[in-house]
T-cell receptor, first 109, second 114 residues
Framework: GQNIDQPTEMTATEGAIVQINCTYQ??????LFWYQQHAGEAPTFLSY????GLEEKGRFSSFLSRSKGYSYLLLKELQMKDSASYLC??????????FGSGTKLNVKP | DTEVTQTPKHLVMGMTNKKSLKCEQH?????MYWYKQKAKKPPELMFV???????INESVPSRFSPECPNSSLLNLHLHALQPEDSALYLC?????????????FGPGTRLTVL
């Protein structure tokens, strides 16, 4: 729902930086969440953006541009444990959440 | 206590069985959610409860019946399910209804319908 698009899969090297992009439909949009999900586990919260700009939290940063319907998650100093799926999720109207299909990140040595 | 718990972790049931999934949180959150997640797909919202009242039903078939006995508990009653209902069922909670609130997810119940 809400045309939340993100790449299916990405590969990066340990210690590197990777950027995972997400685009979304702007009509009725409230805010943008990023979640990490390891295989077979529940999603865990990474970040939430409601205003334009960059939010930094340790090795993870998230950016939002409301006018462009665009967000990205930036992961620095990649570690092997960062191999997981990263879900972009949009909050719409008052109570509706829609997840993107997720980006599977493979971190290689 | 900052976690959402779900029981059982795994459930196998036949198409004629009746079973229930349970979810519990003690963070004082007033909104609780059920999601369904198929393999390699994102979670799909099923139901939202706000202050123990059902506020959203995303056109879910009646063989799934949610119940919120109190502010800490959320159940999902299952009856006459189909094999295609096999999935990971995730419960989540947030401080309040509304899309500005982080959702905390439980570990999920992996359901197999034979």
């Amino acid at each position: 729902g809400q045309n939340i698009d993100q790449p299916t899969e990405m590969t990066a090297t340990e210690g590197a930086i990777v950027q995972i992009n997400c685009t979304y439909q702007t009509s009725g949009f409230n805010g943008l969440f990023w979640y990490q999900q390891h295989a077979g586990e529940a999603p865990t919260f990474l970040s939430y953006n409601v205003l334009d700009g960059l939010e930094e939290k340790g090795r993870f940063s998230s950016f939002l541009s409301r006018s462009k319907g665009y967000s990205y998650l930036l992961l620095k100093e990649l570690q092997m444990k960062d191999s997981a799926s990263y879900l972009c999720a949009g909050g719409y109207n008052f109570n509706k959440f829609y997840f993107g299909s997720g980006t599977k990140l493979n971190v290689k040595p | 206590d900052t976690e959402v718990t779900q029981t059982p972790k795994h459930l196998v049931m036949g198409m004629t069985n009746k079973k229930s999934l349970k979810c519990e949180q003690h963070m004082g959150h007033r909104a609780m959610y059920w999601y369904k997640q198929k393999a390699k797909k994102p979670p799909e919202l099923m139901f939202v409860y706000s202050y123990e009242k059902l506020s959203i039903n995303e056109s879910v078939p009646s063989r799934f019946s949610p119940e919120c006995p109190n502010s800490s508990l959320l159940n999902l009653h299952l009856h006459a399910l189909q094999p295609e209902d096999s999935a990971l069922y995730l419960c989540a909670s947030s401080q309040e209804k509304g899309t500005k609130n982080e959702q905390f997810f439980g570990p999920g119940t992996r359901l197999t319908v034979l």
